[in-house]
């Protein structure tokens, strides 16, 4: 890695004042060794507390720049694409805010464009806790938090192994020529939507398990509540993904064979609980509660006048973690 860069650094943050500082701190520490320069641009998704005010006073010391920017319009691809408009580096990396950045981050990242010759990179995703005693999270909960980023070794990006928007870095005319986030994927899966449509076009994509970043799990990330939702959350995204890319017919027949495993499932579960097993409990719960946002997912995209589902969908907002559960 050679040459020198010019990166611009994304972080976008929604209602998060008690988070964002710390975000943008590990981004100011991000080591460069002379090799690039970047500017971090923190676009505030219409937060309503005192987002502003910590990020002013961040600015105001930095010793590089960090600039603040307002999108009113909700949703995390408004934001990441208001970012994307701000932005004036030839390469945009992205983090969110309850993410810190290791501070070889971003060499990694463009280690790997370099080495491997391609304009999209992304790394791991490593979970912490914001509770200073706080025990390790089982496995199987970490697969349901962080389902990517997790892999030990470089490889190319694929459907079943997609990029993660809280980790990567993208050259700009990667967006010029592709388009950027769908900005009706307000319930999530915007990012693998965004994902398989490079993948489509025939961009490469590589995985680097050194350009890491720690993901923040307060303790209600842990809570059934929590798990619930998210779990919902990503089976309807799965489900509109699947009608748009395979067509009505064939996502009513996944729909179907996951009903069909998640009904094997409750063997499993019984034996969990019999067993007093609390983590495995809830890894299986949150199986099912996938299937099921599969199946509604399903049922709206292919008759959305008979299956609305009004009400159930703006629960899956992005922002309703904010609001039902921190």
């Known amino acids: 890695m050679s040459q020198q860069y010019d990166v611009s650094l994304i972080l976008c943050t929604y209602n998060r004042e008690h988070w964002i500082g710390d975000a943008i701190q590990s981004l100011l520490k991000l080591r460069t060794v002379d090799r690039l320069s970047y500017e971090v641009i923190v676009v505030d998704n219409a937060s309503t507390d005192n987002t502003p005010e910590v990020i002013a006073a961040i600015a105001e010391s930095a010793d590089r720049p960090v600039r603040y920017v307002r999108e009113t319009r909700q949703g995390p691809s408004a934001a990441r694409n208001r970012g994307i408009a701000e932005a004036s580096g030839e390469w945009l990396a992205f983090i969110d805010d309850d993410e810190r950045a290791d501070p070889d981050w971003l060499l990694e990242l463009l280690a790997t464009t370099a080495e491997k010759g391609v304009r999209v990179s992304g790394g791991a995703v490593h979970l912490i806790?914001?509770?200073?005693?706080?025990?390790?999270?089982?496995?199987?909960?970490?697969?349901?938090?962080?389902?990517?980023?997790?892999?030990?070794?470089?490889?190319?990006?694929?459907?079943?192994?997609?990029?993660?928007?809280?980790?990567?870095?993208?050259?700009?005319?990667?967006?010029?020529?592709?388009?950027?986030?769908?900005?009706?994927?307000?319930?999530?899966?915007?990012?693998?939507?965004?994902?398989?449509?490079?993948?489509?076009?025939?961009?490469?994509?590589?995985?680097?398990?050194?350009?890491?970043?720690?993901?923040?799990?307060?303790?209600?990330?842990?809570?059934?509540?929590?798990?619930?939702?998210?779990?919902?959350?990503?089976?309807?995204?799965?489900?509109?993904?699947?009608?748009?890319?395979?067509?009505?017919?064939?996502?009513?027949?996944?729909?179907a064979l996951r009903g069909f495993r998640s009904?094997?499932?409750?063997p499993l579960l019984l034996v969990a609980w019999l067993c007093g097993d609390s983590s495995q409990v809830l890894y299986r719960r949150s199986q099912l509660w996938r299937t099921l946002g599969y199946v509604r997912g399903t049922l709206r995209s292919v008759a959305p006048r008979v299956f609305a589902q009004e009400q159930f969908l703006s629960t899956l907002e992005f922002r309703g973690e904010r609001q039902q559960f921190a």
């Open 263 to 266: 009904a094997m499932l409750l």
């Open 129 to 255: 806790s914001s509770e200073a005693d706080a025990q390790p999270l089982p496995p199987m909960l970490e697969q349901v938090l962080a389902p990517g980023g997790r892999r030990k070794c470089e490889c190319l990006f694929t459907p079943k192994h997609a990029l993660n928007s809280g980790n990567q870095m993208l050259h700009r005319s990667v967006f010029e020529e592709n388009g950027a986030y769908e900005e009706s994927w307000t319930e999530g899966g915007e990012d693998t939507e965004l994902f398989n449509r490079l993948y489509d076009a025939g961009v490469e994509a590589w995985y680097n398990p050194k350009a890491i970043v720690l993901h923040l799990v307060p303790p209600y990330r842990t809570s059934a509540g929590y798990i619930q939702w998210l779990s919902l959350r990503q089976g309807w995204s799965l489900a509109r993904k699947d009608v748009e890319k395979s067509g009505s017919i064939r996502t009513v027949a996944i729909a």
